[in-house]
């Protein structure tokens, strides 16, 4: 579902989207079972705002070159009025690529609705339901920064749908069941016993840390060294720390599903038997088996072993069956680079039990600091909770998202606390924050400034409608104040503007293809044209009132923007630095 794919689905109604369904509405006229295409940002502004691939893709259905569909494509479209859509020229390119110019004020109409909605871009609260189960780490230490990196990511991924108008739940499971969960509780009660001064020894495979003893001293404190139901105390306790790294990330979750329900409640072996009848378990050697083969796996796959023990795929299976029963629109799992061997086999299941092709399964990549490897069973880990309190929150969450999803990442703990613009978290919220600075300088200046007192008013009523506006007060920016807005003609002016347009996009291209990076990746590319416009243009301009009044509007609307996709990634905008 990546950004130049075919998409199927349509979310939204501002002005990009518009763009784009209009597009396609014109491509489905000559070619009526074409299906539907993304717009692409343009790779510079010599050709144009957005290109399209959809000749290069449908030549080789239809048996004609890439460049006859795509003049057929244009020649459809200047037909139909796309003067309409902001459409100015459409421009043809070898191999077969469509270029689309915009007109001029189509930017400023851009600007005027990111400062009026304030974010809300995408209309109307939609019944369409998404499922994203996240992080799901074993309740046997304390999360990783690894765990940290796919609770961010899932976290984003959940505030993007939600920003697009979807209802999201979010789902953390449980694997309280398996060998490595009577492991650590072992660990522990070794741990207790050696408070007593008794003589213990670790089994083998178990875990160390500090984090064992901590907990062994708490279930000591509450439950004395009786061993019933020690199991339970200890992983609530577990839990109870995960939940608490998870508050101080700004993660929370909606559901906490545990494997052990699907067990005694008897789902797990309910799913089974619904796939024995429908012939893809059977039984071999003593153990049943599914035929995952039958849907493109490299093998088949034990459910049931022979001493009667489920696997822990036979759980997983129970517990997908039991996400399909609740009518999600989309499921998406997020799963670390360990689990990549089990993809294929848990679409096999959802397959063999009827089910949509609905899964979507990210494989997170692993996380370094400062080269520290990471052995939960050694007691060397590094904790999410040791980052986030080296650096905070908000620079955790924005480190965690400078690269995509499958590649690996290294957290520059140095440059993430560094107040200057080589940390690029500083330099966007700085961005913000000169930008509530300059607007605050121009209202004090329109007060000591000795104006007629009918213009000077006018001033200050310009300057009260625009904070207002960025307040989502009662009072707002006109018409007439977006009149000026003409005035900006400048190169950095212009490309402020044409970056504010494919905002709409960069957040429909991060949702489908489920990659937050393009948000982050934007946001610095939008402070850097703040930078360097404001390094070689003044704001204030005394002499030229009206264009002063464009500027600041400009930057407002930059200033919005920056809110907005931070408080997507869950980082807070600061108003001062």
């Known amino acids: 579902m990546g950004e130049g794919k075919e998409i199927?689905?349509?979310?939204?109604?501002?002005?990009?989207l518009q763009l784009e369904k209009f597009i396609n509405l014109q491509i489905k006229k000559l070619f009526p079972k074409a299906g539907n295409f993304a717009l692409e940002i343009s790779s510079s502004s010599q050709h144009g705002e957005f290109a399209l691939t959809a000749a290069l893709k449908l030549a080789s259905r239809l048996g004609r070159s890439p460049l006859e569909v795509a003049n057929l494509i244009k020649e459809q479209i200047l037909k139909s009025q796309p003067s309409k859509y902001g459409i100015e020229r459409v421009e043809v390119v070898p191999?077969?690529?469509?270029?689309?110019?915009?007109?001029?004020?189509?930017?400023?109409?851009?600007?005027?609705?990111?400062?009026?909605?304030?974010?809300k871009f995408f209309s109307g609260r939609r019944e369409k339901n998404i499922l994203i189960e996240f992080v799901s780490a074993n309740p046997t230490g304390p999360l990783s920064v690894a765990h940290g990196r796919q609770a961010v990511v899932g976290d984003v991924l959940a505030r993007i749908f939600e920003f697009c108008g979807y209802r999201v739940t979010r789902e953390y499971y449980v694997n309280d069941e398996g060998r490595q969960i009577d492991l650590f509780v072992e660990s522990v009660y070794q741990r207790m016993q050696e408070l007593d001064g008794k003589k213990t020894a670790i089994p083998e495979g178990g875990y160390g840390g500090e984090y064992v003893k901590d907990i062994a001293r708490e279930v000591k404190k509450e439950k004395g060294q009786v061993r019933e139901d020690l199991r339970c105390l200890v992983?609530?306790?577990?839990?109870?720390r995960i939940r608490e790294d998870l508050r101080m990330l700004g993660v929370n979750f909606d559901m906490w599903p545990r494997q052990s329900s699907f067990h005694s409640s008897g789902r797990i072996s309910a799913a089974l038997t619904e796939l024995q009848k429908k012939g893809f378990v059977y039984e071999q050697e003593?153990?049943?088996?599914?035929?995952?083969?039958a849907f493109g796996d490299d093998k088949d796959r034990v459910v049931k072993r022979k001493d009667g023990s489920f696997t822990y795929f036979?759980?997983?299976?129970?517990?997908?069956?039991?996400?399909?029963?609740?009518?999600?629109?989309?499921?998406?799992?997020?799963?670390?680079?360990?689990?990549?061997?089990?993809?294929?086999?848990?679409?096999?299941?959802?397959?063999?039990?009827?089910?949509?092709d609905i899964l979507d399964i990210l494989i997170i990549q692993l996380v370094n600091v400062k080269n520290v490897k990471m052995s939960k069973r050694a007691g060397t880990i590094v904790f999410l909770s040791e980052l986030i309190s080296e650096i905070g929150k908000d620079a955790?969450?924005?480190?965690?998202?400078?690269?995509?999803?499958?590649?690996?990442?290294?957290?520059?703990?140095?440059?993430?606390?560094?107040?200057?613009?080589?940390?690029?978290?500083?330099?966007?919220?700085?961005?913000?924050?000169?930008?509530?600075?300059?607007?605050?300088k121009f209202s004090q200046?329109?007060?000591?400034?000795?104006?007629?007192?009918?213009?000077?008013?006018?001033?200050?009523?310009?300057?009260?409608?625009?904070?207002?506006?960025?307040?989502?007060g009662k009072l707002r920016l006109n018409d007439d104040d977006f009149s000026f807005l003409r005035l900006l003609e400048t190169e950095e002016e212009k490309a402020i503007l044409r970056q504010m347009l494919y905002f709409s996009n960069i957040v429909n291209i991060s949702r489908r293809s489920l990659e937050p990076y393009f948000l982050t990746d934007y946001l610095q590319t939008l402070a850097l044209l703040f930078h360097k416009f404001y390094e070689r243009r003044k704001v204030i301009v005394k002499d030229n009132l009206p264009l002063a009044q464009a500027r600041l509007i400009l930057i407002a609307g930059i200033k919005v923007l920056i809110a907005t996709i931070l408080e997507i990634l869950g980082i807070t905008a600061v108003e001062s630095m």
């Open 95 to 119: 191999p077969g690529f469509l270029n689309f110019f915009l007109k001029r004020e189509i930017w400023g109409q851009n600007l005027k609705e990111i400062i009026l909605k304030k974010g």
């Open 445 to 472: 200046w329109i007060e000591e400034e000795k104006y007629p007192p009918e213009e000077k008013s006018k001033l200050q009523s310009f300057v009260a409608r625009l904070k207002n506006t960025l307040t989502r």
């Open 286 to 293: 003593g153990a049943l088996w599914f035929r995952s083969t």
């Open 396 to 440: 955790t969450r924005f480190f965690y998202l400078l690269r995509k999803n499958s590649s690996h990442l290294q957290v520059d703990i140095k440059q993430a606390k560094e107040k200057n613009m080589d940390n690029p978290l500083y330099y966007i919220q700085y961005a913000h924050a000169r930008i509530s600075s300059i607007i605050d």
């Open 314 to 356: 036979a759980s997983d299976i129970a517990y997908h069956q039991d996400k399909m029963r609740r009518n999600f629109l989309r499921i998406i799992n997020l799963w670390g680079p360990d689990h990549h061997g089990y993809i294929k086999r848990v679409k096999a299941a959802i397959k063999a039990l009827g089910g949509k």
């Open 8 to 16: 199927k689905d349509r979310e939204t109604v501002n002005f990009y």
């Open 235 to 240: 992983l609530d306790k577990m839990l109870q």
